[in-house]
Structures are given as C-alpha cells and as structure tokens.
C-alpha cells in the first residue's frame, strides 16, 4: 500500500444537486430549486409531473450513495486519509446541515467536488454562493473551502466516456456501425449565462476528444442540448434533442446514439427527456436509438477523482489535461462564470 498522504486539508466535501425521494417532497425540492428564477408556475408543475413518472423519485441521491461508496476505497487505497462529506443544493442532505456536521467535527480546511465536469454559473459559481450562503446561516467559522478544477478534459474523464460510447455502438451489429449517427447532449443554459463562461467550448471540446478516440468522423457526431426551461421567449442554447432527432429521421438517417455528455449520472433530465421522450419519438419516427450510460462510477472517472484531490495534496504532482486547453483553474477568478442577468417579470 503506497505511503499516508499528510494532507493540507482535512476533509472532501462532494457538492451535489440533489433529489426527491418520495413524491411529497418533490414540489418542495421544485421550490428549492427554481427560488428566485423566472419560471413560472405551471412549468414547475409540468416537470413535477415528470417526477410522478418514477414514483417522486430522483435517482440522484442513490447515485451519490454508490458514488461514495466508489470513491472512499479508492481514496484509501492511493494512501490519502480524509473523511469524505456530502450535501446537496436542494434537497437533503443540505449543504447548511453537512457543514455543521464539518464543524462539530472539528474541520478546518477542506477540499470541496462539485459534481459538474464543465464551467457555468449553475455548475460551479452558484455551487459555490450555496456554500457561502450555508455558511452565513450557521454563523459559526466555516471551513475553509478550496475546489477542484473542472476536469472535462481530463484524459481519464474522457477516457471513462469513451468506454461508455463503445458500449453503445456495441449494441448494433457491426455492419450497421457506420451508419449510426452520435448525438452529444448536454443541459442547455440561458444564452444569458452560457455568453459568459466556457460551457459550450468545453463541452465541445470533450465531444470532440471522445470522437477522436472513437475514430468518428466529423460527420457522424453532433452535440445539441435538452431540459431548458424558463419562459418560452428567452434564449437558450439550441438544438433542442427532441428537434434534432426530427431533423435527422428527415435526413433519412435511421440508427442514433445519444449520449448524455454532459451529465454524470442517470438523473431526472436524462431519465425523462432522453429515456421517455427522444425514446419515445424515435420509436414513433421508425428509428432505432441506444442511449449511452453517463460516466457514473466508471472505474477511469473514480481513479480520476483520486488524482484531482491528489494534485492539490501535492503542488507537485502533474495535473493532465489533454486537447487544445489545459488544465483549469483551482481557484476562480472574481469574475469568472457571473450569474446571469434575469430579464423582469411581467404580468
């Protein structure tokens, strides 16, 4: 067993999203989530629905579970001693409650993982105002909370999606793969947001990586988006799946594989807009569609993991990154990744 890691921190905190686990709670976690957001109602209400679909049930905190459950051996077995901790955003267990577990345990300095591969306001900053906001209603002395870079183009990242793609393709017969059209998604972002950080370069980037080590051609990958939401006359990042599908059964192609890049889990957005509704409409349209499992604890994306807390352990430890960028930033600037500027609400 490699030599104990004496670490300048003294804890990990996973920063997830979080998720209902019976369905009284999901109009509250729906209220959590959307607190000061222009959407209205009804929308609230429609996606709730799509909660009742799978009994009120988030997958996403079981895939947390598993996550940890993945993730500590492989931190003991590369010699790094920390106690790992949990809260989510939006739904037990909440950040307030996890960083009041940190400092009843005496936790000074800890290294915080938001769940999230690429740079946005809803994937890093706002993480990380949730923290600071935890923090000022505990009103105690927090912990002092570093982050891990945004790791989209990590080789192991990357290669954990590639395993995961060549699962897909081996679902068609191996004279068919050629003909099979790759669709990357991801969450879309109001071009508000989406104008003011790396999102879509980053993740067109990964798209790309993973293309290259397929060997696809240009022609045979796309990257599209699903699961806005938000007020029919805002902007947001297009193609939407549902309508590219359509686009693409008018082109004549009959074979697709959609791959949810741009998550890490088998969530609610993937579970319904993927695993209901593009499903159902390439059923409708006469296509055969496979649906890529997300990274989730893929042994590459845990051994990944390992090594982003490694190299802050450890300044002098190389941090890789493949592609044409590098690896990111630990810290974030003052103004990277700045919260949208919402339009008002109107009556």
């Not at 989510?88 to 290294?111: E, F, S, Y």
């Not at 240009?218 to 699903?226: E, F, P, R, S, T």
């Not at 319904?272 to 042994?299: N, W």
Request: one cysteine or more; proline letters at 9%.
């Amino acid at each position: 067993m490699p030599p104990a890691v004496n670490p300048p921190y003294d804890a990990l905190l996973l920063v997830a999203f979080g998720g209902p686990e019976k369905m009284e709670d999901v109009v509250p976690f729906l209220e959590n989530v959307l607190r000061g957001k222009n959407v209205p109602r009804e929308r609230m209400l429609e996606v709730a629905h799509h909660y009742e679909l799978f009994g009120g049930v988030s997958p996403i905190n079981q895939q947390m579970r598993e996550l940890l459950e993945a993730l500590k051996p492989a931190l003991a077995a590369a010699g790094v001693s920390l106690p790992v901790y949990w809260g989510n955003r939006n739904w037990h267990p909440l950040l307030v409650d996890t960083l009041a577990d940190m400092i009843r345990d005496g936790v000074q300095r800890g290294l915080a993982l938001m769940i999230s591969a690429y740079s946005s306001y809803s994937g890093c900053r706002q993480y990380r105002e949730n923290i600071q906001d935890a923090c000022e209603v505990l009103g105690e002395k927090p912990p002092v909370l570093g982050k891990l870079r945004a790791f989209y183009n990590h080789p192991s990242f990357i290669s954990a999606n590639v395993a995961r793609l060549r699962e897909s393709f081996q679902q068609f017969p191996e004279s068919d793969r050629e003909s099979v059209q790759v669709v990357f998604t991801a969450h879309s972002l109001p071009l508000s947001m989406a104008r003011t950080c790396n999102y879509e370069k980053q993740l067109a980037e990964t798209c790309r990586l993973v293309a290259e080590r397929m060997q696809l051609p240009a022609g045979q990958w796309d990257l599209v988006y699903q699961s806005r939401s938000g007020r029919p006359q805002d902007p947001w990042l297009e193609p939407d799946i549902l309508d590219f599908v359509r686009q693409l059964h008018a082109k004549g192609v009959t074979r697709v594989i959609i791959d949810p890049i741009g998550f890490l889990s088998d969530h609610m957005e993937v579970l319904y807009d993927l695993d209901t509704e593009a499903h159902q409409l390439c059923e409708d349209l006469g296509m055969t569609m496979v649906r890529t499992k997300t990274v989730g604890i893929h042994p590459d994306f845990i051994q990944m993991l390992v090594e982003l807390i490694q190299e802050r352990l450890d300044p002098s430890l190389p941090r890789r990154a493949i592609g044409q960028y590098g690896p990111s930033h630990d810290e974030c600037p003052v103004d990277c990744c700045p919260a949208p500027q919402r339009p008002p609400m109107r009556n």
